[in-house]
């Protein structure tokens, strides 16, 4: 039985994706990289209070918007709360550092 798995197995095709040389497909729903229009935001900081694991900081005087992208788990609430649509999660996926302090981005 285990032998006929191995060797139907080896004559298929392969399920794995040689990643980086073929990037592999997104659906329709991925989630991503945050996008900030700071012109379309108003300061509500709705985005920040629904934050599960507090990832998101805006600061109204500065008007910047600083995501912590090594704590946010990409769930989407930031974006369903916006009044305005002033966020959103794109669909950048390489996000790999080699510093730890690099993962916090000002957008």
Known sequence: MIVLDVLKNLFSRAFTVKYP????????????????????CIYCF????QCPTKAIHIDKEKKTYTVDLGRCIFCGLCEE?????????????ELAVTKKENVVKKL
Do not use: D, S
Not at 25 to 38: D, N, T
């Open 81 to 93: 709360v916006c009044p305005t649509g002033a966020i959103r999660l794109g669909k950048k996926y």
């Open 21 to 40: 040389e073929k990037k592999p497909g997104l659906p329709e729903r991925f989630k991503g990289k945050h996008i900030w229009e700071e012109k379309m």
């Open 46 to 49: 709705q985005c920040q209070a």
